[in-house]
């Protein structure tokens, strides 16, 4: 459906590896502590049953699909608009990994990869929020969606 229906954003993939910092490896702590509530609320929730709920049953729950409606895209372009760049510099390593000290080249890694996860998904919401002209009777004619798909290497 989405190779019919979507327009692949670029860059087609965004780096985002396992944060010690949550349970799940999964980047909220560094969205909080960005103050980009709204995504850190909604990165890394399904809300697209993908590819069944059989499979969902039997304990299969990558990958995992993420829809940003219009309304919250909106509020993703707008956290993604402060200077979260120079709020990131100042993060403790602490933010990345629990057990981090301020020498720990492991978190300065990781800041490394979510500044870069970071511009790369900015993009995908800048892209996403323009209006999209198409014929296709499938495609909203009253905002676009980002999907994301985080697979189980995240």
Not at 28 to 39: H, R, V
Not at 51 to 71: D, L, N, Q, R, S
Request: proline letters at 8%.
């Amino acid at each position: 459906m989405l190779h019919a229906y979507a327009e692949p954003l670029k860059p087609e993939t965004m780096e985002s590896n396992f944060m010690p910092a949550a349970d799940d490896g999964l980047w909220n702590p560094a969205f909080k502590a960005l103050g980009m509530k709204t995504i850190a609320k909604q990165w890394g929730k399904s809300n697209l049953p993908f590819p069944t709920k059989a499979a969902k049953k039997a304990g299969w729950g990558w990958p995992i699909f993420t829809v940003v409606e219009p309304a919250a895209l909106a509020l993703w372009k707008a956290e993604l608009a402060t200077p979260w760049r120079k709020k990131l510099a100042t993060l403790p390593n602490t933010t990345f990994d629990p057990d981090a000290d301020e020498d720990d080249e492991d978190a300065f890694m990781s800041r490394d990869e979510v500044e870069a996860g970071i511009a790369a998904l900015e993009k995908w919401v800048t892209k996403a929020s323009k209006p999209f002209a198409t014929k296709k009777l499938a495609a909203s004619k009253t905002g676009n969606a980002l999907v994301l798909i985080l697979d189980g290497d995240q």
